[in-house]
């Protein structure tokens, strides 16, 4: 069936997953924690879980698309290949700046998805201009709805069926885009990103419990980066290194 904008009620991911609409209006975790519930009856036992989701506000932005996925121009050219400064063209203003914060039913922002495609070259686009529009903690900080952080993303290191994300990196362009991606505050910022469980990018790529899809090149940079480097030995609740 079709939605009366004429958009189709029922899409699918790249892995041919159903888009879940309500994703698309979840805010960011403030916090999420998990315990066992204590049964009434001590003759009869549960294993029973509970989970306890916090969030910070609901999100306040203007939706500029009305599918399912809840993705916007922003993330679809970047889905697919296209030149995302020609779709800054059609908006300005306040109106970009919602555009670049705006994140689809994983939790996923323009940036987060270019990161996830190691499509370096229109992640340092949206970068630039979420710098500009002073929209960086939502559109290039923000993690998907698994508190998985955009340069967690970058390696591959989701708990989604990447295999279904193409990458667009390649050995000639990796080094210089990089350092433009993790250059100044803004790149300190997303290098000492966590997870919800407190993992920098090279813990969780160390630990192994997530395969990783990025190229050698990517992989290479990011393993011989000092300040991803320093990140597993600090602390993950303050700037202190671990003792």
Not at 15 to 23: H, K, M, Q, T
Not at 155 to 184: C, I, K, W, Y
């Amino acid at each position: 069936g079709t939605h009366e904008t004429g958009s189709s009620m029922l899409e699918l991911d790249e892995a041919g997953r159903i888009c879940l609409p309500s994703n698309c209006s979840l805010p960011p975790f403030e916090f999420i924690g998990t315990g066992p519930i204590a049964a009434l009856d001590s003759d009869k036992p549960r294993d029973v879980q509970l989970v306890v989701c916090g969030f910070r506000s609901s999100q306040t932005l203007t939706r500029t698309r009305s599918g399912c996925s809840g993705r916007n121009a922003l993330h679809d050219s970047v889905l697919v290949g296209g030149n995302v400064e020609e779709a800054f063209v059609c908006v300005s203003g306040h109106g970009l700046a919602d555009m670049l914060a705006e994140y689809d039913w994983c939790g996923s922002t323009p940036f987060y998805i270019a990161m996830q495609r190691g499509d370096l070259k229109s992640a340092c686009t949206l970068r630039a201009k979420a710098i500009e529009c002073d929209c960086v903690e939502g559109a290039l900080l923000r993690p998907n709805i698994h508190g998985i952080p955009p340069v967690h993303a970058l390696l591959g290191l989701t708990d989604q069926h990447n295999a279904s994300m193409p990458r667009h990196e390649t050995p000639a362009n990796v080094e210089q885009l990089s350092q433009e991606l993790f250059s100044g505050p803004e790149g300190n910022r997303l290098l000492t990103t966590r997870t919800q469980g407190g993992e920098s990018v090279l813990d969780t790529f160390i630990r192994g419990d997530m395969r990783t899809t990025a190229s050698p090149e990517i992989i290479k940079l990011l393993a011989n980066h000092p300040r991803a480097i320093q990140m597993c030995f600090q602390d993950k609740h303050s700037d202190m290194l671990k003792p």
